[in-house]
């Protein structure tokens, strides 16, 4: 049983609510009040957000992406043109640094709003999230 009334959106908007950074009971207010911080509570409905805070879980999915991602393009780019190794550096490091700040605060709000969905925060943490 949920301990918290039922959001009436599915887990398909949800997961848009999540990614747009947006409540996942209202969907109006915001997640977070800086970069990734989590807002105390939404400003709309007054959802208490400390419980539903992902951490550090959007880390490891942004990874993943943006790894793949840059190491495919990296590749791509070195059997095209074939540069020299500094002009890689130049190219990929604020490549990643960029995508790497776009990627993470929906992410985040992804965690955050799948968190809502799925897991009550009145029930105690056990380990394995079950
Ligand atoms: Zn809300």
Do not use: N
Not at 92 to 98: G, Q, S, T, Y
Request: charge should be neutral; proline fraction near 10%; charged fraction near 10%.
């Amino acid at each position: 049983m949920s301990a918290h009334p039922d959001p009436g959106f599915t887990t398909g908007q949800t997961i848009l609510l999540g990614l747009r950074c947006r409540c996942p009971r209202c969907g109006v207010g915001g997640l977070f009040y800086k970069y990734l911080k989590v807002a105390d509570a939404c400003p709309s409905c007054h959802l208490g957000l400390q419980g539903h805070d992902s951490g550090d879980g959007a880390v490891v999915p942004a990874i993943l992406l943006l790894g793949s991602l840059v190491v495919g393009l990296a590749l791509v780019v070195e059997l095209t043109f074939a540069p020299p190794l500094w002009l890689h550096m130049v190219i990929w490091a604020p490549v990643i640094i960029v995508l790497t700040c776009l990627i993470l605060p929906p992410l985040k709000g992804l965690g955050i709003a799948l968190q809502y969905k799925f897991r009550s925060t009145e029930e105690p943490p056990t380990p394995g999230g079950s």
